[in-house]
């Protein structure tokens, strides 16, 4: 496996409660800051794409939606 170049949010400031990703041409992975050592999920691009819109229509409202 490649090097993973973790990256948050710029809407997460210096905060350390935040949700992290790291690209490469054939996945997404995503962790969580807290615990950075820990597993991680890895999805396709494809997938990763289709649930980005899940996550843009709940911003903001506090309460995850169960799809």
Request: proline share 9%.
């Amino acid at each position: 496996m490649p090097t993973l170049h973790w990256r948050k949010s710029t809407y997460s400031s210096d905060g350390s409660n935040c949700v992290e990703i790291a690209t490469t041409p054939t996945a997404v992975h995503i962790r969580d800051s807290k615990t950075p050592i820990a597993r991680h999920l890895t999805l396709t691009p494809s997938t990763w794409a289709d649930f980005l819109p899940y996550l843009r229509a709940d911003k903001g409202s506090g309460t995850p939606q169960v799809v």
